[in-house]
């Protein structure tokens, strides 16, 4: 595992300068990443006695995301639908965690109340800019897209606060920097483009990836 995880993350940081080299190699690198963090968590479930089990909804999120790698090369809105789904998937299988440990429940109104009003408040303020760059048909998307991202990460900062488990802990870390990898895609898209932004998100994306996988294990 060690190895892996030292392959894993040489991959990663070679990924930072090949984004840089042409899209075939960018996309060779980004592929390699995204077939090593599904083929682990493959590897994980048939190790704990294959389909059949809560896992499967983690192997199923972690399926779409990886098509969302791919997809998000050439097609940023179908890649986006891919995600979207993933992030459905993991907030049903943190919502079915925390739904049985009674000092989380109270808490569980709060990242919803976040989510849909960061969402809300992101479209009215946005909606003008959208018209202005004629890219209206990616406003409804993003809008929903960031309430599902809110609601993900937030739900594993309850998993990390409230679940006294190393599993629940590593998906809680990898669905939190998953939300931060997609806030700074969107303050990148939106706000300013840097390349040290295209390599943070990059970094806080695999990684948490990686952690959701691991918590299979």
Known sequence: MTIFIIFYLICLFSYFFTRDMGLRIRCINKYLLAMMYLS????????NGGLGSRKDLLVGGLSLC???DVFLVFDF??????????????????????????????????????????????????KKLFIKKKKENMLYPMAMYLCAILLDGLLGLLLMIFVKDGSCLRMGMGTFLFMISDLILFFKMLVYDDIWLDRANSLTYFIGILLVVLSMR
């Open 40 to 47: 682990l968590a493959f590897f994980f479930l048939f190790q």
């Open 66 to 68: 990886f098509l969302g």
């Open 77 to 126: 809105l179908r890649g986006g639908d891919f995600f979207f789904a993933g992030n459905l998937c993991f907030i049903f299988y943190e919502l079915g965690i925390l739904v049985r440990h009674k000092e989380a429940l109270i808490w569980l109104i709060v990242p919803f109340l976040i989510a849909v009003s960061a969402s809300l408040c992101f479209f009215l303020l946005t």
